[in-house]
């Protein structure tokens, strides 16, 4: 098993990729708990967890996720609505 924290949040753009790949192959096969807030390390988990107050709010892959009301799909549209904003 291996726990990964946080393992992208503080990579920069340009190295993330090369990061990620490096992680894939070293898990291959293997049980891996992530904690993130990125959706590109999140999106393709095979089953996310989402924590709230220290109990388990909701549980399922990120499109089961984003057709549930809840904590995932608002925080996921969220995300999406400030990437959109632009300064006039």
């Known amino acids: 098993?291996?726990?990964?924290?946080?393992?992208t949040a503080n990579v920069d753009p340009e190295n993330e990729a090369e990061l990620t790949e490096a992680i894939e192959?070293?898990?291959?096969?293997?049980?891996?708990i992530m904690i993130a807030h990125?959706?590109?390390?999140?999106?393709?988990?095979d089953n996310i967890f989402v924590?709230?107050?220290?109990k388990i709010a909701q549980q399922g892959t990120h499109?089961?996720?984003?057709?549930?009301?809840?904590?995932?799909?608002?925080?996921?549209?969220d995300?999406?609505?400030?990437a959109s904003w632009k300064i006039a």
């Open 25 to 32: 192959a070293l898990t291959r096969e293997k049980t891996i």
């Open 79 to 82: 995300r999406k609505e400030a």
């Open 63 to 77: 499109d089961e996720l984003m057709k549930q009301e809840g904590i995932y799909r608002t925080f996921i549209e």
């Open 51 to 54: 924590i709230d107050s220290g």
């Open 38 to 45: 990125r959706l590109k390390t999140v999106r393709r988990a």
């Open 1 to 7: 098993m291996i726990i990964l924290d946080e393992a």
